[in-house]
């Protein structure tokens, strides 16, 4: 198991794969060994000279594993299950099996390792491209997507797979930034937005402000997402980030923060199951509806139940020098404090 980054071995070959009796790839990462059939994925690692294995349904693995390419495996800890998952260190990313879980923990069968960021992005792209069939969008919600997830190899979904996150700059809508989701013909309206207003708000600027005042319709903008559970960035100032999202069905991962998020609910309800970041051992769970707010403090994992589509806003704080501070204890979990110097945090 690799204890920190300085043990870390480099790759001596980019990952082989071969194809199975289903017809898709075979991948290694490392002593990482994955591939999928009809049904399932499962995953292979080595611990105390015995080799073990984990099996997942196929189409978790999948929304799992698109959040991770599209997130660009997010802050802190992308759990796809209670076994395996990704750890984002900034430059490399971890993978784990079992480290995070407290039987196989205890009993010295957890394996990690870590790699270059742009090595297992390279990895992961292609195993959701060979892994994913024709007509299986796994940003979608299950009633938009159906069972195309399953059976032998066929074709692939290259225009879903290759969306690109809509991140803005400081606002969309504003010259040179992210445009307004205005082409009905790209943004329909989606089939559980259908009664949210599409109007664009008036804006009365003094001679001479016409351009330092935006606004746009929130809502209307968030009823045209066609994807779930993917974060939107609609407003950026410094490293304060608003990430909106439309939620259907149940958040893919486990999140496991390296900093605070602040959840408020827009709309509809969201249920979420909190555990411990380390062991996964149940510490909450929490009811939102719309116009509730809560934090999501830095030691746990989180993981959403949406029963009908509902809209999200999610705070990030982007500081780069949070996931050291909480690491260090310098910032208890709960804590998102203003600071200017890490050494002065109080």
């Known amino acids: 198991m690799v204890g920190d980054l300085s043990d870390v071995r480099a790759m001596e070959q980019d990952f082989p794969s071969t194809r199975n009796e289903s017809g898709y790839q075979r991948f290694r990462l490392g002593d990482f060994v994955f591939s999928r059939d009809e049904y399932f994925v499962h995953i292979e690692w080595r611990a105390q000279g015995k080799k073990l294995s984990h099996t997942m349904s196929a189409d978790v693995f999948l929304r799992a594993l698109m959040r991770d ?6 802050y802190g800890w992308v ?7 990704t750890r984002n260190r900034y430059d490399r990313v971890e ?34 491209d060979d892994w994913t069939n024709v007509g299986y969008d796994p940003f979608a919600a299950p009633a938009e997507t159906g069972l195309t997830w399953q059976g032998k190899k066929q ?13 803005c700059r400081r606002m969309p809508g504003l010259p040179g930034d992210v445009p307004l989701r205005t082409d009905r013909n790209r943004y329909p309206i989606n089939r559980a937005f259908l009664d949210v207003p599409q109007d664009e708000p008036v804006i009365e600027a003094e001679p001479g402000f016409e351009h330092e005042v935006h606004a746009f319709n929130l809502f209307a903008y968030l009823s045209r ?8 960035v609609t407003s950026v100032c410094k490293h304060s980030l608003f990430c909106p999202t439309t ?11 390296d900093r605070i998020e602040w959840f408020l609910q827009l709309s509809d309800q969201i249920e979420w199951r909190i555990e411990d970041r380390a062991t996964g051992r149940p510490r909450a769970s929490v009811v939102m509806r719309a116009g509730d707010v809560a934090a999501m403090p830095a030691d746990i994992r989180h993981q959403g139940f949406s029963r009908r589509r509902s ?3 999610v705070w990030e704080n982007a500081d ?9 204890g310098i910032l208890p979990p709960s804590l998102a404090g203003e600071f200017q110097e890490p050494g002065s945090v109080k």
């Open 247 to 257: 939620e259907e069905y149940i958040l893919p991962v486990k999140h496991a923060n």
């Open 225 to 232: 997402s066609d994807v779930t559970w993917n974060p939107s």
């Open 155 to 167: 074709g692939h979904n290259r225009a879903a797979l290759n969306r690109a996150r809509e991140s």
């Open 69 to 74: 390419v599209a997130w660009n495996f997010f």
């Open 311 to 313: 809209m999200l806003l």
């Open 95 to 128: 993978l784990y099996a079992g480290r995070y879980h407290p039987v196989y923990k205890e009993q010295g069968l957890d394996h990690s390792a870590c790699f270059d960021s742009s090595f297992v992005m390279q990895a992961f792209r292609s195993m959701l």
């Open 79 to 85: 759990n796809f299950d209670d076994v395996f998952g």
């Open 320 to 328: 780069p020098r949070l996931p050291q501070l909480y690491e260090d």
